[in-house]
């Protein structure tokens, strides 16, 4: 299953709300994670099984989505949010997108 | 708390293996499955094999086989990933990270940096 991500380069203010879509080549049954990681460090688990907030994060963080399409929602920008986010799948395999780089405006 | 530590940075020469670790702790090593994942510069993650230390079984991403091994040590808690007949397209760092019953990785050990040059 490949997965795409879109856009790869966001720019957003503080506060804004921010949308990044993750889709794939084939039905992922909810079985879609994501991925938050900064400059230097490991990936850290956000969002699983399309929608469950791993313990820790902050619930500005929501993802949802069915099928092949996914969204990860950030309510709230924070300046602390500047990363690259990835989703990945675990359905069929285990497969990563691209990557969605978030930029302060 | 779960803590997954890797060695530290490799350089390597074209040719040659390399062999780099991922020290679990805070869990039962034997219960999760450990996968291993490679991120080269300015590009996205790659999915690379994984192994339930329980009993040794492995599973492989294709277009690893022959390039990664990966095995387990019980006794140290341990996992291993070996890199042979490196080329600098292996030049990439790589991260262990623990997975349950093939769902998300939940904790990701900090990366190796594996540099292949002469």
């Known amino acids: 299953i490949q997965l795409t991500q879109s856009p790869s380069l966001l720019s957003a203010s503080v506060g804004d709300r921010v949308t990044l879509s993750c889709k794939g080549s084939q039905n992922i049954n909810n079985y879609l994670a994501w991925y938050q990681q900064k400059l230097g460090e490991a990936p850290k688990l956000l969002i699983y099984?399309?929608?469950s907030l791993q313990t820790g994060i902050p619930s500005r963080f929501s993802g949802s989505g069915s099928g092949t399409d996914y969204t990860l929602t950030i309510s709230s920008l924070q300046p602390e949010d500047v990363a690259t986010y990835f989703c990945y799948q675990y359905n069929n395999g285990w497969t990563f997108g691209g990557g969605t780089k978030l930029e302060l405006k | 708390q779960v803590q997954l530590q890797q060695s530290g940075a490799e350089l390597v020469k074209p040719g040659s293996s390399v062999k780099i670790s991922c020290k679990a702790s805070g869990y039962t090593f034997t219960s999760y499955d450990m996968h291993w994942i490679k991120q080269q510069p300015g590009n996205g993650l790659e999915w690379i094999g994984w192994i339930y230390p329980g009993n040794g079984n492995t599973k492989y991403n294709q277009k690893f086989n022959g390039k990664a091994t990966l095995t387990a040590d019980k006794s140290s808690s341990t996992a291993y990933m070996q890199l042979s007949s490196l080329t600098s397209e292996d030049s990439a760092v790589y991260f262990c990270?623990?997975?349950?019953?093939?769902?998300?990785?939940?904790?990701w050990g900090q990366g190796v940096m594996v540099t292949v040059s002469s």
């Open positions: 099984n399309t929608n």
């Open positions: 990270a623990r997975s349950r019953y093939s769902g998300p990785f939940d904790y």
